[in-house]
């Protein structure tokens, strides 16, 4: 199934039956299927610091003993979905990562047809736990259990299959569709001392995440209603759920509750194949979710992402007390080219996530380490950026780099007065980044080739609409690249920020075919994957740009060449961490 599944992560806690684990006989290593070829790496769209498996699928986080664990959804053997396994690596930092082998692959019954996404838990004291989805041999979906073999071993090499899986199955008395039961997410206790966790499911077109409960994490109960469940949206996929500071950017562990907190829950709706989020309340007697007003029905849902972004997973640093959130990009090339580079999907880079001080949305930044790549700084001092004027940013690696602008505008009464309503999507198509408005376009061309035959846009436009201002981000693809068998979808989404009184702010990070841009200082982000044919590698240019009739002033400019992240390399790992 498509690709229900791609993530895994998480987290738990529970019981080592009386300390002691049945080993499962034998540890198949992948390795094998995982040659590279020496020119692998001179490939154009191949990403620098984006996280990639060798090859093939991606897919999820924990910290365990200071280390950074991710666990995958992989296919061992190609470049498309399918014979998923749970595959492994680990960091110190987020930014570099060493492969491990597989954690998990098909050896018992309730997984034998795959080893689909779960998340990961610590459990009494701090003991992680998974639990994943597995295919059975009727090919249904039922959630399996496993645990480290040696807790002593910070990489959590060896994990151990529980003898009672599957842990929950659809059965007739419970009414759970087989082919729509997966994900389970992180669970949660309460302070009644049972475990909670959630699992994505559907009954017709009514998505939802069906609560499980469970004093000892090995036998688990279905509750009588789901924790929440909307009319028309489908397949819920990967859930999320977790509390959420009301007033601070630091995070909180996944089973805390108490005062000043909100809970946010999170869905990748299959039929949609984007991550929707709802902000609420969490009444925790009666298990339920209630989102708040904003959020009556499906339509007013908020993304993380409003480009390509799917199957994300959050979890809680308590190195740096943070929440980080860890999603899937997929291609936006055919499956033909996918097979033909020979590996498809990247991670975005993990951000760190919390409430906006207005509490109606999230806001998301590329967590600190990954400036650590940062070289070759290029500041600019305040430019007046004229309508119809270019400027070529030179200094930096253009297909791999940083880049955070600024800019401040005066004449408000220059945007361009919006009749009708138009979703912001639909508006970046229309009025492109060659319709010159008042106010806008004005943002950074990336990718751009010699000739700008080809280049994408990320740009905003502000438009007057009731006697309020509204601020446009748009990823324009639609010049991205020569080659026509790629989708091009043009993205946008509104910021809320007031141009008045704030910066329009944007920060983009370029790495080869994608280009994640954040606007309003992470208010709305938007992941776009190209392929240049003439804008590849030293032959990429970047620049900022104004096409709107007015001028704007240039506030900020600073530019960072990136440099390579290990991503699964020749790093040594041995007993003391990389
Ligand atoms: C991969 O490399 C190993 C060791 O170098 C070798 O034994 C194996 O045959 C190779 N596999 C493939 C598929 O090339
Ligand atoms: C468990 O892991 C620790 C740390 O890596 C190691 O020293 C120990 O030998 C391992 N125990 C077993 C039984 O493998
Ligand atoms: C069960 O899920 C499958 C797969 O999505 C779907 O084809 C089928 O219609 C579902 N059945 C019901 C009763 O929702
Ligand atoms: C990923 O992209 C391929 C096309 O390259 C598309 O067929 C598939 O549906 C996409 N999957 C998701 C989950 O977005
Ligand atoms: C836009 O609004 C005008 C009235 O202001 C109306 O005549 C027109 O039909 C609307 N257009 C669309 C596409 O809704
Ligand atoms: C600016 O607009 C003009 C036409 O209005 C167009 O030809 C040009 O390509 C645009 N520049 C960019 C960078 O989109």
């Not at 990070?509 to 200082?521: A, K, Q, R, W």
């Amino acid at each position: 199934m498509i690709l229900s599944s791609i993530w895994v992560l998480t987290f738990f806690s529970f019981i080592y039956v009386n300390g002691v684990l049945p080993i499962e006989a034998t540890h198949h290593s992948f390795r094998e299927l995982q040659n590279l070829s020496s020119d692998y790496y001179k490939q154009p769209y191949r990403t620098a610091y984006h996280f990639q498996p060798p090859k093939n699928w991606i897919n999820g986080p924990l910290r365990y003993k200071g280390l950074y664990h991710l666990f995958y959804q992989y296919n061992p053997k190609g470049a498309v979905w399918g014979n998923i396994v749970w595959a492994h690596s680990v960091s110190k930092d987020l930014v570099n990562w060493a492969p491990l082998d597989p954690a998990i692959f098909p050896s018992q019954p309730s997984d034998i047809n795959g080893c689909w996404s779960g998340s990961t838990t610590l459990i009494h004291g701090g003991k992680p736990v998974i639990l994943y989805t597995g295919i059975n041999p009727l090919n249904q979906q039922v959630q399996n259990l496993a645990y480290p073999k040696n807790l002593s071993d910070p990489f959590l090499r060896e994990w151990v299959k529980s003898p009672k899986n599957p842990l929950m199955a659809p059965t007739s008395a419970n009414k759970i569709n087989s082919s729509s039961f997966r994900d389970p997410t992180t669970s949660w206790l309460g302070k009644d001392g049972y475990w909670r966790v959630l699992i994505g499911s559907k009954r017709n077109t009514l998505g939802l995440a069906i609560l499980y409960k469970s004093k000892d994490f090995v036998n688990w109960a279905k509750a009588k209603y789901p924790l929440h469940s909307v009319q028309g949206t489908g397949m819920w996929e990967c859930p999320d759920f977790f509390p959420i500071l009301n007033d601070s950017p630091i995070g909180i562990d996944t089973s805390f509750n108490g005062d000043n907190i909100r809970h946010v829950l999170k869905v990748s709706l299959d039929d949609k194949k984007h991550d929707y989020y709802m902000i609420g309340s969490y009444d925790i007697v009666k298990d339920k979710f209630i989102p708040d007003k904003a959020f009556k029905d499906s339509e007013s849902f908020l993304r993380y992402d409003y480009g390509k972004y799917y199957a994300s997973k959050t979890f809680f640093d308590d190195g740096k007390n943070r929440r980080i959130l860890l999603g899937w990009v997929n291609e936006s090339s055919s499956v033909a080219h996918d097979i033909k580079k020979g590996w498809s999907g990247i991670h975005a880079i993990p951000r760190a996530i919390w409430l906006d001080k207005s509490g109606k949305q999230l806001v998301q930044w590329p967590v600190v380490e990954i400036e650590k790549l940062r070289a070759n700084p290029v500041n600019w001092p305040t430019k007046l950026l004229k309508g119809g004027h270019l400027l070529q940013i030179n200094g930096v690696t253009a297909a791999q780099a940083d880049v955070e602008i600024s800019f401040e505008v005066n004449n408000l009464g220059e945007a361009e007065v919006l009749d009708n309503w138009t979703d912001p999507q639909s508006l970046c198509s229309q009025k492109g980044p060659t319709y010159k408005s008042g106010l806008g376009p004005f943002g950074l061309l990336v990718f751009a080739s010699k000739g700008l035959q080809e280049y994408t846009s990320v740009y905003f436009k502000i438009f007057r609409y009731q006697h309020k201002n509204l601020v446009l981000l748009c990823s324009d693809q639609s010049r991205s690249s020569l080659d026509n068998n790629n989708d091009k979808t043009n993205y946008g989404t509104f910021v809320d920020v007031d141009p008045l009184h704030e910066k329009l702010s944007l920060r983009s990070l370029i790495d080869h075919s994608v280009v994640e841009s954040f606007g309003g200082e992470g208010k709305a982000c938007i992941t776009a994957r190209v392929y240049p044919t003439l804008a590849i590698n030293d032959e990429a240019q970047l620049y900022v740009f104004n096409n709107g009739t007015a001028d704007v002033k240039l506030t900020r400019l600073s530019a960072w060449s990136l440099k390579k992240a290990q991503i699964n390399g020749k790093i040594k790992i041995d007993k003391t961490g990389l």
